[in-house]
């Protein structure tokens, strides 16, 4: 088969996308519409080229869409819990029924392999709708008993905050998109989603199948746009609570920003996270979860481990089995299933993670891969070949910055106290892992990680059932879990008096 005969079916193939696109660029008012502000071309990583457009949400699209989040949270507020729990269990079934056609659209504007999109990112969505849809429907407040008078009494309720904003990441656009907007819903909130720019198009498929479940309109709205028009969304003093999934960075904006207005913010931000490898550790395991911990979605994870602590005892033999495995990984065309690494998710993300993989010898040993490799049909994606560099001091960059590419940064140690004070030697405080065999040992070092999520022989497993978030600079509140209902709800205490008081005045 020759070269020119590839390319053109590879050409051939990436116009058979248009029919996943959603017919509009913001989703307002229970509609689809087309737009008029400026336009922007979205484009597929994997080949560099345009797929799509969207127009960027203009002031009044902001105006239209915070009035008819007004009236629609006013509907919503009010709707029984059991009927607001059977449409986003409604919602849940309409992803799973298109799982296929939404995970394409999720590779096509992220590059992500089809591989992880059709069993992670759309199906990790429905779950989250599926369980809130659960906790929605139980939720209450509580009756207080106290010694007041004349056997006076009180109970809390919950009640939403009003009109909630996300602001998304481009890594995993609709699994951001649930994790906010399903339990801002299911506690009787309005909310509005403006996915990063890179990655516009799968929260309006949510948008639709939240339309089609039954949502009042207004309920989820999406614009789309830059940094600019998030930050009208969060200065707005309509707007009652924020949760960006993005850079410290933005995350310290926001709250800057946040604070004009007294808002309630969450912020899931950036990592450099440790994962630390016993020498009891399972050899395998450990290395597959190291390799899970840097190189799923192209090491464009925040929770990833790029910091793997070794002990000496192991090092050799971790060292062989890592390298073997990595650099069997099947990289190419991110939709074809077979594919396990797909490109990075744009050409300004390749500069910064490429000028990190060139630095990499100088700051230690390389012990493979960080090549751009050429793929076939695909000249003009953002590749990269997953890395692997043995550093002996903590403090170079590689071992110190969030690169959010493919690069695992490999250290050694043996002894314990020192290996959790290294750990802990970061600003940031997402997650961690540990791979032992030794029960005592593996609950004792957990506790003594500073991190918000970890993981004890496993890695990079996120159930929604258990709250996510991170300690230090990389964020402020949870998602998921009962917590997530706690930050989309407020307490309000009532005093209910059984008789007269005595009198006082
Ligand atoms: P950014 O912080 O650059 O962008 C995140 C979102 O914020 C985008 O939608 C962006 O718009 C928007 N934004 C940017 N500036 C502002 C502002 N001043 N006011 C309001 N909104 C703004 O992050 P990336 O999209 O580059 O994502 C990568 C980062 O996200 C990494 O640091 C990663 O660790 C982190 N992340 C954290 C996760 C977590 O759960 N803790 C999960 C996934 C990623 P635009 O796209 O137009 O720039």
């Given at each position: ?23 509009g660029s913001q989703?307002i008012?229970?509609?689809l519409v087309s737009g008029d502000g400026d336009t922007h ?12 457009t969207v127009h960027w949400a203009h002031d009044d699209e902001i105006a239209q ?158 614009l789309q746009g ?280």
């Amino acid at each position: 088969m020759c070269f020119s005969w590839l390319a053109v079916k590879k050409m051939a193939k990436s116009k058979q996308w248009s029919h996943l696109l959603p017919k509009g660029s913001q989703f307002i008012d229970g509609k689809l519409v087309s737009g008029d502000g400026d336009t922007h071309e979205v484009i597929y990583p994997a080949t560099g080229e345009a797929f799509g457009t969207v127009h960027w949400a203009h002031d009044d699209e902001i105006a239209q869409a915070i009035d008819a989040a007004q009236k629609g949270y006013e509907i919503w507020r009010n709707t029984p819990l059991a009927e607001r729990a059977d449409i986003l269990r409604e919602t849940a079934r309409l992803l799973r029924e298109q799982n296929r056609e939404i995970a394409e659209l999720e590779t096509l504007d992220t590059g992500k392999a089809l591989q992880e999109t059709l069993v992670v990112d759309i199906i990790s969505g429905a779950q989250c709708l599926e369980y809130f849809a659960a906790q929605g429907a139980v939720q209450s407040g509580e009756q207080v008993s106290f010694s007041g008078e004349a056997g006076d009494w009180g109970y809390t309720r919950r009640e939403p905050l009003g009109i909630c904003v996300g602001i998304g990441a481009w890594n995993y656009p609709l699994q951001i998109a649930c994790w906010k907007s399903a339990p801002a819903l299911a506690c009787g909130n309005a909310f509005i989603f403006k996915p990063a720019e890179l990655t516009p198009y799968s929260a309006l498929r949510l948008a639709q199948a939240y339309r089609d479940a039954g949502l009042p309109d207004g309920v989820f709205q999406v614009l789309q746009g830059d940094g600019a028009v998030g930050a009208k969304l969060v200065a707005h003093r309509q707007v009652a609570k924020v949760s960006l999934t993005g850079e410290t960075a933005t995350g310290t904006k926001i709250l800057k920003s946040a604070a004009d207005t007294i808002k309630n913010v969450t912020l899931e931000l950036g990592g450099k996270s440790p994962l630390i490898i016993f020498e009891d550790a399972d050899l395998d395991e450990a290395v597959g979860g190291a390799m899970l911990a840097n190189f799923y979605s192209t090491g464009q994870v925040c929770s990833n481990a790029t910091r793997v602590f070794v002990h000496e005892a192991i090092k050799d033999k971790f060292i062989n089995k890592l390298v073997e495995r990595t650099v069997a990984l099947k990289i190419g065309d991110p939709m074809d299933e077979e594919t396990q690494v797909g490109p990075l998710a744009s050409a300004q993300h390749f500069k910064k993670v490429t000028a990190y993989l060139d630095d990499a010898p100088k700051q230690g040993k390389l012990l493979c891969g960080g090549e751009v490799p050429r793929i076939e049909g695909f000249e003009g994606g953002y590749w990269v070949r997953p890395m692997i560099v043995e550093v002996e001091d903590d403090r170079v960059p590689i071992a110190r910055e969030e690169v959010f590419g493919p690069l695992l940064t490999l250290l050694t140690f043996s002894d314990e106290d020192d290996v959790v004070n290294r750990a802990n030697a970061t600003g940031y405080g997402l997650a961690a892992g540990i791979y032992t065999n030794d029960l005592t040992r593996a609950h004792r070092v957990i506790a003594r990680l500073q991190a918000g999520t970890c993981w004890i022989n496993a890695y990079n497993l996120t159930p929604i059932e258990l709250p996510f978030g991170g300690y230090k600079q990389s964020g402020i509140g949870r998602e998921n879990g009962k917590q997530a209902m706690d930050a989309y709800s407020q307490i309000k205490s009532v005093y209910v008096a059984m008789g007269p008081r005595v009198r006082t005045y």
